[in-house]
T-cell receptor
Framework: GAGVSQSPRYKVAKRGQDVALRCDPISGHVSLFWYQQALGQGPEFLTYFQNEAQLDKSGLPSDRFFAERPEGSVSTLKIQRTQQEDSAVYLC??????FGAGGGEQYFGPGTRLTVT | AQKITQTQPGMFVQEKEAVTLDCTYDTSDPSYGLFWYKQPSSGEMIFLIYQGSYDQQNATEGRYSLNFQKARKSANLVISASQLGDSAMYFCAMREGGRGANNLFFGTGTRLTVIP
């Protein structure tokens, strides 16, 4: 079956531009996560959705970052007025589990590599 | 304090040999889960293996096994019979089971190179 897909795979933005990154989770997966992975680092948590509800946004680095999942499936991560420090790979993951019920692997998409010039 | 520590930035292993990738973790939550992911150069994180804090036996998935030592707070990944396709970054991750804790905490990764 289809895995998690993300688009675009690559995005170059000029500093100050707004960008929107899309995530299509695995069909039927309740939980959806966004992570940011800087070069040479492990992914870092940004935000979590359970269906359409954003239950945790504690990892969003600033109010320029905004995420939504209006119908409980596709999610969009929006970054306003991009800065150079926003350059990273943005990973989306989904899981069939509702947390915190223990366990539950997350399935990741290929990521969107954002470069801000 | 770091929740996940991977002290090996890079490892080399001969094809067909076994290799152990180290991971230690830090949590005060009695309920937690430990995960290993593989990230090839294509960038996608591939789930390999999971160990729950209350699991009595070490997890195994094909050529992957997790050496879980709870008292030492370590969760090392053992890859047996290495293949060239195993060359990739490997990340250890933890999810704490407490209420409201949903996300994974990742280590900095270990780059594994399999030598023919």
């Amino acid at each position: 079956g289809a895995g998690v897909s993300q688009s675009p795979r690559y995005k170059v933005a000029k500093r100050g531009q707004d960008v929107a990154l899309r995530c299509d989770p695995i069909s039927g997966h309740v939980s959806l996560f966004w992570y940011q992975q800087a070069l040479g680092q492990g992914p870092e948590f940004l935000t979590y959705f359970q269906n359409e509800a954003q239950l945790d946004k504690s990892g969003l680095p600033s109010d320029r970052f905004f995420a939504e999942r209006p119908e409980g499936s596709v999610s969009t991560l929006k970054i306003q007025r991009t800065q150079q420090e926003d350059s990273a790979v943005y990973l989306c993951a989904s899981s069939v589990r509702i947390f915190g019920a223990g366990g539950g692997e997350q399935y990741f998409g290929p990521g969107t590599r954002l470069t801000v010039t | 304090a770091q929740k996940i520590t991977q002290t090996q930035p890079g490892m080399f292993v001969q094809e067909k040999e076994a290799v152990t990738l180290d991971c230690t973790y830090d949590t005060s939550d009695p309920s937690y889960g430990l995960f290993w992911y593989k990230q090839p150069s294509s960038g996608e994180m591939i789930f390999l293996i999971y160990q729950g804090s209350y699991d009595q036996q070490n997890a195994t998935e094909g050529r992957y096994s997790l050496n879980f030592q709870k008292a030492r707070k370590s969760a090392n990944l053992v890859i047996s019979a290495s293949q060239l396709g195993d060359s990739a970054m490997y990340f250890c991750a933890m999810r704490e089971g407490g209420r409201g804790a949903n996300n994974l905490f990742f280590g900095t990764g270990t780059r594994l190179t399999v030598i023919p």
